[in-house]
């Protein structure tokens, strides 16, 4: 099985299903990587701020996988944002990585109190007419922060990584980036493997499809139409998410899932909110 894919506003596309290694130290990401691609997977999301560039270009090496079998994808880090330093900034992770052209480049928080993200994804703009990333992207912005994005350079982002499990499945803003075309990519997509997948109401649909309870959750991700990519370093737990592909829900689970959103209660989130992260 391979995953499906979705189709950017740009036209390139992106396997659903990816990999993530935040929190992943470098040369155990070259293992759990390589473990990664064996169990199925073909894109990876690492960002500059993980440390781990140099052992995913690692394991993309050792993995034998030519460059358009795969989709890398890397963030810029807040630091790094202005339009110069942008461009310095991706260089740099393309050398850790050794990769020549990127698939997506992701600003990694807007960060609007220091409010560079016009000329940031200005300079994205430019390494994408340059043809050294493919598709370009933000993460962790709002629909203020797009829609200005959008006003001030006709250029509509492809992707909004953000925040995303069924604790907080972020249906306001699933709607905005559908309407502008923008694909919604889920972080901490299994609500980092803590209460939720201990979850009674994902218990029962588990058992239902004969899956487990991680395989539930990335198969609703799936079934609402986000970009996924659950983590783990375990060999077992790696080949059990991919295999979330073959678990198809219905509709009464999909509903159920959405039921169990805690965002009216003011709770859910796990990670900063994106309009005051600084
Ligand atoms: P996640 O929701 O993917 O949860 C990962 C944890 O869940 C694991 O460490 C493990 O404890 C548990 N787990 C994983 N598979 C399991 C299984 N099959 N059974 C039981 N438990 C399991 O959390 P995450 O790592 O925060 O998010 C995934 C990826 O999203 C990251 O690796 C990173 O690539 C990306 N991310 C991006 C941002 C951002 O700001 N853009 C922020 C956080 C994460």
């Not at 990585?97 to 480049?105: Q, S």
């Amino acid at each position: 099985t391979f995953s499906p894919e979705l189709t950017f506003n740009d036209g390139n596309t992106i396997p659903q299903l990816g990999y993530g290694v935040w929190q992943v130290e470098d040369d155990v990401a070259e293992k759990v990587v390589v473990q990664a691609f064996e169990a199925g997977f073909r894109h990876i999301d690492t960002a500059k701020i993980y440390g781990n560039e140099a052992g995913v270009g690692r394991a993309i090496e050792r993995s034998g996988l030519k460059p358009e079998e795969i989709f890398i994808t890397t963030k810029l880090w807040n630091a790094d944002q202005g339009y110069e330093s942008t461009l310095k900034a991706f260089e740099e992770s393309m050398e850790r990585l050794g990769l020549e052209t990127l698939d997506l480049y992701l600003i990694h928080w807007m960060q609007p109190q220091q409010d560079k993200y016009v000329d940031t994804w200005k300079a994205l703009i430019e390494l994408q007419k340059q043809g050294r990333v493919k598709t370009i992207g933000v993460s962790n912005f709002t629909k203020e922060g797009l829609q200005r994005l959008i006003d001030e350079t006709g250029v509509v982002p492809a992707i909004n990584q953000v925040e995303l499990h069924p604790f907080f499945n972020q249906a306001d803003l699933r709607e905005f980036n559908a309407s502008k075309g923008i694909l919604t990519q889920a972080w901490s997509p299994l609500g980092q493997g803590g209460e939720l997948l201990e979850s009674p109401v994902i218990a029962q649909i588990a058992a239902k499809h004969g899956a487990t309870p991680a395989q539930v959750v990335i198969a609703w991700h799936l079934a609402i139409g986000n970009v996924v990519i659950p983590k783990s370093v375990t060999e077992s737990r790696i080949r059990e998410n991919y295999a979330a592909l073959d678990v198809t829900l219905d509709e009464t689970d999909v509903q159920a899932i959405n039921g169990l959103d805690r965002s009216a209660e003011g709770a859910g989130r796990i990670g900063p909110d994106p309009a005051v992260s600084d």
